[in-house]
């Protein structure tokens, strides 16, 4: 689905990643851990094609990101669910816009954007927040909504980029419970994250693999939780 060999890349005059090489298989999950500016977004971003490697081959979905045009790229990352770290949002529109947001951009039918929409909602607990601005949004309630909108065009993978960073233990725990949701209907799932105990507490509800990047290079942290 993804797949990263030999990949570095260099930033600033400086090497960031270096000699990177992974297989995102169908259906797995990971976790990918690493202290703070060691290079865990730039990662991600290189997953999804926001990035190009200055050394080595991504490809998305059997495709080399370097020899595909821009077009190509983007009808790949429709297949691809990015949660941000900082999730950003349209504050003049209501919640349920926001997220239906890539539903729009696709052209797909006001009909069938309203009865995606309803049941996402639902599954992440915001059927009744659906008119509320962003700005009346909790923390929790923004992360909620910044993965509905991820998932909405049904991707074969979900990258999280500390969805957790910025909410309470209880509402992390309700947002890795949709994630292991996703990933228990076939979603391809990686978490970037520095909270360890989240990693401990999935470690009853999903096999993964931790990824820990350092030094430039990406390790394996342990086997399967």
Same mark, same amino acid.
């Given at each position: 689905?993804?797949?990263?060999?030999?990949?570095?890349?260099?930033? %600033? !005059?400086?090497?960031?990643?270096?000699?990177?090489?992974?297989?995102?298989?169908?259906?797995? /999950?990971? /976790?990918?851990?690493?202290?703070?500016?060691?290079? #865990?977004?730039?990662?991600?971003?290189?997953?999804?094609?926001? &990035?190009?490697?200055?050394?080595?081959?991504?490809?998305?979905?059997?495709?080399?990101?370097?020899?595909?045009?821009?077009?190509? $790229?983007?009808?790949?990352?429709?297949?691809?669910?990015?949660?941000?770290?900082?999730?950003?949002?349209?504050?003049?529109?209501?919640?349920?816009?926001? $997220?239906?947001?890539?539903?729009?951009?696709? %052209?797909?039918?006001?009909?069938?954007?309203?009865?995606?929409?309803?049941?996402?909602?639902?599954?992440? !607990?915001? #059927?009744?927040?659906?008119?509320?601005?962003?700005?009346?949004?909790?923390?929790?309630?923004?992360?909620?909504?910044?993965?509905?909108?991820?998932?909405?065009?049904?991707?074969?993978?979900?990258?999280?980029?500390?969805?957790? %960073?910025?909410?309470?233990?209880?509402?992390?725990?309700? &947002?890795?419970?949709?994630?292991?949701?996703?990933?228990?209907?076939?979603?391809?799932?990686?978490?970037?994250?520095?909270?360890?105990?989240?990693?401990?507490?999935? #470690?009853?509800?999903?096999?993964?693999?931790?990824?820990?990047?350092?030094?430039?290079?990406?390790?394996?942290?342990?086997?399967?939780?």
């Amino acid at each position: 689905m993804i797949e990263l060999e030999n990949v570095a890349y260099s930033y %600033g !005059g400086g090497e960031l990643l270096s000699d990177i090489s992974l297989k995102l298989s169908p259906g797995s /999950f990971h /976790f990918l851990t690493g202290p703070s500016g060691a290079g #865990k977004t730039t990662f991600l971003k290189l997953c999804y094609g926001a &990035l190009l490697p200055t050394a080595g081959h991504v490809r998305l979905f059997n495709r080399d990101v370097r020899l595909m045009t821009r077009d190509d $790229v983007a009808l790949s990352r429709r297949r691809v669910g990015v949660v941000h770290q900082d999730c950003q949002f349209l504050d003049h529109l209501p919640l349920a816009d926001n $997220v239906a947001l890539p539903l729009t951009v696709s %052209g797909r039918s006001k009909l069938d954007e309203a009865a995606d929409l309803r049941e996402l909602l639902s599954w992440v !607990g915001l #059927k009744n927040r659906a008119d509320a601005l962003p700005p009346q949004l909790s923390g929790g309630e923004r992360q909620r909504a910044a993965l509905a909108r991820a998932v909405i065009m049904s991707p074969d993978v979900v990258l999280a980029d500390e969805p957790t %960073g910025n909410i309470d233990w209880e509402m992390s725990q309700r &947002l890795l419970q949709l994630l292991v949701e996703l990933n228990k209907m076939g979603k391809t799932i990686m978490v970037a994250t520095h909270d360890m105990n989240l990693i401990r507490a999935a #470690k009853t509800q999903v096999q993964a693999r931790v990824l820990r990047i350092a030094n430039r290079r990406l390790h394996l942290a342990g086997a399967d939780l």
